[in-house]
């Protein structure tokens, strides 16, 4: 672990240093932004390789079950009141490792853990997109466009400005503009899915939004750089309160 954040820290003084250098013309700052991407994605593929290299999937005896359930995950509790829900700390992590170990022989291999982290992943996105898509709009959203408007006017019911939704409205802006495919400033149910979620555009099509965005996160002091100092700052917060632990 030590080892990755030390990487990972180093990796990040050389985007830095990239950025440091950019003289703020947008042609220079797309072609840093596919850089970037390139770089990243090359960091997640050599992970992916890692994985699988350390643990290659035939060897596992949970392998071809967990292909074929990945969308049917996790199974029934296996609690004998169906209406009872898991209290304890202990109950819960029973549950979910009930509710993942498809080769039924008491422990999470690697795989199975894998494929119980993609579904819940997925399950998030399936619920937040409902949840949000149906709270735009007053009545049925069903084949519905959701205008930029009436995106505001969700939103932002009162219409007060301030600063933080200045900001707001602006990332609000670029990740619509990204997400809108027909340039028609409305949002299909799929489109606005790319809107909540830019990382699951293909071809890396979300890496202009998501880069600004964590540029903007880090720039604590709205100069529009971040130091060295801005990127640890935050992170030494995440520590203090727990998070990452």
């Not at 509710?99 to 291999?109: I, K, Q, R």
């Not at 409902?130 to 969700?154: H, I, K």
């Not at 028609?184 to 890396?204: G, I, V, W, Y």
């Amino acid at each position: 672990m030590r080892y990755l954040v030390t990487n990972f820290i180093m990796v990040l003084k050389e985007i830095l240093y990239c950025i440091d250098k950019l003289s703020g013309d947008d042609e220079e700052y797309e072609d840093f932004s596919a850089q970037l991407t390139a770089r990243m994605r090359q960091k997640i593929e050599s992970q992916h390789g890692e994985f699988r290299r350390r643990f290659p999937r035939a060897e596992y005896r949970s392998s071809s079950a967990a292909r074929r359930i990945t969308y049917n995950l996790p199974r029934p509790l296996k609690l004998a009141d169906p209406t009872k829900q898991p209290q304890t700390t202990s109950e819960k992590v029973s549950e979910i490792l009930f509710s993942l170990d498809t080769d039924d022989d008491g422990a999470a291999d690697p795989w199975e853990l894998h494929e119980w982290i993609v579904w819940v992943q997925n399950l998030v996105y399936v619920h937040a997109l409902r949840d949000q898509w149906s709270s735009m709009f007053v009545g049925n959203s069903t084949g519905r466009r959701l205008s930029w408007p009436e995106y505001q006017s969700a939103v932002n019911p009162d219409g007060r400005r301030t600063e933080s939704r200045r900001r707001r409205a602006e990332r609000d802006r670029r990740r619509w503009r990204r997400a809108d495919a027909d340039g028609d400033d409305a949002l299909t149910k799929h489109e606005f899915k790319l809107f909540l979620f830019p990382q699951l555009s293909e071809n890396d099509a979300g890496a202009p939004v998501l880069v600004p965005e964590a540029h903007e996160d880090l720039d604590t002091d709205f100069d529009g750089r971040v130091s060295l100092k801005e990127f640890l700052d935050v992170h030494r917060d995440d520590e203090e309160n727990g998070v990452g632990r």
